[in-house]
T-cell receptor
């Protein structure tokens, strides 16, 4: 069974400080990893996808298969980064290649 | 494109009442799904469909029914509402995507705005 673990429910950082949101996963195959962001009372939006290797809004994430991690990082936090962040995993076959398994989320609060 | 549209935005039900949450997408996505979002639980998959006429259960299907008569619509029915079904419900869709090397990747999930349901 696949599982996504986000160990921090809440992360508070000061504006301008570095941010790292942790995500670890367990899956025996070759997964695809995502970060979704949800601003207050809005829909979930895709932030990053590991196959795209992009930097979105200053965030980056690298898939580390050895450590089974996909941590989200940003060098300098901004107040507008305050939101709920979800790490998600997609398996590599069948119907699972569509659906996502989500972590429980980390609420990021950036203090002015 | 309107994307994924969910109605209603808010709903209050009494225990035992039934209702249908509507979800429609105009992107011709073959995959559609329903998640519920609860504090401290993240998002959990209720039901999903990989095409018209095909549905299957997710992680937490009890108390919910779905149907997929068209590609566009994927309604979620609560047969007899219970307080435990108080939650925010998200519909999401996806399509067959791109190839990178030897592997195909489906598109990311596109989410609706959510329906906030309270059962008293």
């Amino acid at each position: 069974a696949q599982r996504v673990t986000q160990p921090e429910k809440l992360l508070s950082v000061f504006k301008g400080a570095p941010v790292e949101l942790k995500c670890n996963y367990s899956y025996s195959g070759s997964p695809e990893l995502f970060w979704y962001v949800q601003y207050s009372r809005q829909r979930l939006q895709l932030l990053l996808r590991h196959i795209s290797r992009e930097s979105i809004k200053g965030f980056t994430a690298d898939l580390n298969k050895g450590e089974t991690s996909f941590h989200l990082k940003k060098p300098f936090a901004q107040e507008e980064d305050s939101a709920m962040y979800y790490c998600a995993l997609r398996s590599d076959s069948g119907a699972g290649s569509y659906q996502l398994t989500f972590g429980k989320g980390t609420k990021l609060s950036v203090i002015p | 494109n309107a994307g994924v549209t969910q109605t209603p935005k808010f709903q209050v039900l009494k225990t035992g009442q039934s209702m249908t949450l509507q979800c429609a997408q105009d992107m011709n996505h073959e995959y559609m799904s329903w998640y519920r979002q609860d504090p401290g639980m993240g998002l959990r998959l209720i039901h999903y469909s990989v095409g018209a006429g095909i549905t299957d259960q997710g992680e937490v299907p009890n108390g919910y029914n779905v149907s997929r008569s068209t590609t566009e619509d994927f309604p979620l029915r609560l047969l007899s509402a219970a307080p435990s079904q108080t939650s925010v419900y998200f519909c999401a869709s996806s399509y067959s995507g791109i190839r990178r090397g030897s592997r195909s990747y489906n598109s990311p999930l596109h989410f609706g705005n959510g329906t906030r349901l309270t059962v008293t």
